[in-house]
């Protein structure tokens, strides 16, 4: 199946500053990338839809200045966790899907970030 | 509005043991269903999933799932669980609306497995 990766697995940061996460599609094209994130116990929350080469589409309740995304490529997307601050430590997943199959197919995950913010 | 309920949050089971999680969902055109496995600190794996036709579909690592449109359900099964099945398990509907293909989950459920 295809591949997505994810970088970096875990991350510690000080409070204050700015992370970034890469989400790649290996060896297919994603036109669409989404952003999830996942709470201790919880289930996955979609923060984003990131387009290639359009501006990202956010959920209700989702701080777009506080969560950048950028899909730069057909193979990139990044979330950018800026000013970070112990509450957005958790763990953030990518997926992606193939832009040459039809809507009603699967999403390839990554295998995750854990941020921690100290 | 589109939703997911999985209303197991925690079942153990014995080692071979047969295993049901169930798993209902509210959405207002045909869904398109998943269900993924997620170990420890890890991303999500696809077991198995529904879009149409037959509606007993068959996964990867033994499990099915059957599609039930009259009870809006989607239980996982399988007869026999090992071990290396301890994990949580997502059960998720496709919102395709605004066309795109966005997973909305269900709260998960955690598998424990009894020696």
């Known amino acids: 199946g295809a591949v997505v990766s994810q970088h970096p697995s875990r991350v510690i940061c000080k409070s204050g500053t700015s992370v970034k996460i890469e989400c790649r599609s290996l060896?297919?094209?994603?036109?669409?990338m989404f952003w999830y994130r996942q709470f201790p116990k919880k289930s996955l929350m979609l923060m984003a839809t990131?387009?290639?080469?359009?501006?990202?589409?956010?959920e209700q309740g989702v701080e777009k200045d506080k969560f950048l995304i950028n899909h730069a490529s057909l193979t990139l997307s990044t979330l950018t966790v800026t000013s970070a601050h112990p509450e957005d430590s958790s763990f953030y997943i990518c997926?992606?899907?193939?832009?040459?199959?039809?809507?009603?197919?699967?999403?390839?995950f990554g295998q995750g970030t854990r941020l921690t913010v100290v | 509005a589109q939703s997911v309920t999985q209303p197991d949050i925690h079942i153990t089971v014995s080692e071979g043991a047969s295993l049901e999680l169930r798993c209902n969902y509210s959405y207002g055109a045909t869904p398109y269903l998943f269900w993924y496995v997620q170990s420890p600190g890890q991303g999500l794996q696809l077991l198995l999933k529904y879009f149409s036709g037959d509606t007993l579909v068959q996964g990867i690592k033994g499990f099915e799932a059957e599609f039930k449109r009259s009870q809006s359900s989607f239980n996982l099964r399988k007869p026999s669980v090992h071990w290396s099945d301890a994990a949580e398990y997502f059960c998720a509907v496709a919102d395709l609306s605004g066309g795109y293909n966005k997973l909305i989950f269900g709260a998960g459920t955690r598998l424990a497995v009894h020696p």
């Open positions: 990131s387009n290639e080469g359009s501006k990202a589409t956010y």
């Open positions: 060896d297919f094209q994603a036109t669409t």
């Open positions: 997926s992606a899907r193939d832009r040459l199959q039809h809507l009603d197919t699967e999403a390839f």
